[in-house]
């Protein structure tokens, strides 16, 4: 599945961002979604993931209270609501899919990633 990640750009501390992953096929319902970010120099920091129905979601603890992840399997996306936004969410922000119907928290259980998309927040 090709994945195509969107919405990232600057923002002030405690304001909100959407992100929005656009997917290609018809099968998406199938996938288990994932977020995950990265700055430089880091590992691939697990941000959020939702199962093939959207029923059930896990959250980084970094993030967890303040981001939301969501999908639609009509229209084959899936969304990351950042609110309450801090400069250490700074990263470039990367969706992926996974086949299987377990949600998944370690990047390397995503079989196909999007291109990433930038978020700056500024202090």
């Known amino acids: 599945v090709q994945l195509q990640a969107s919405g990232g750009g600057l923002v002030q501390a405690g304001g909100s961002l959407r992100l929005s992953c656009a997917t290609s096929?018809?099968?998406?319902?199938?996938?288990?979604m994932g977020w995950f970010r990265q700055t430089p120099g880091k590992e691939r920091e697990f941000v959020a993931t939702?199962?093939?129905?959207?029923?059930?979601?896990s959250y980084g603890d970094s993030v967890k209270g303040r981001f939301f992840i969501s999908r639609d399997n009509a229209k084959n996306t899936v969304d990351l609501q950042m609110n309450s936004l801090k400069p250490e969410d700074t990263a470039v922000y990367y969706c992926?899919?996974?086949?299987?119907?377990?949600?998944?928290?370690?990047?390397?259980?995503?079989?196909?990633w999007g291109q990433g998309t930038q978020v700056t927040v500024s202090s």
């Open positions: 096929g018809r099968t998406f319902n199938t996938y288990v």
């Open positions: 939702i199962s093939t129905t959207g029923i059930t979601t």
């Open positions: 992926a899919a996974r086949s299987g119907t377990d949600i998944y928290r370690s990047a390397l259980g995503y079989d196909s």
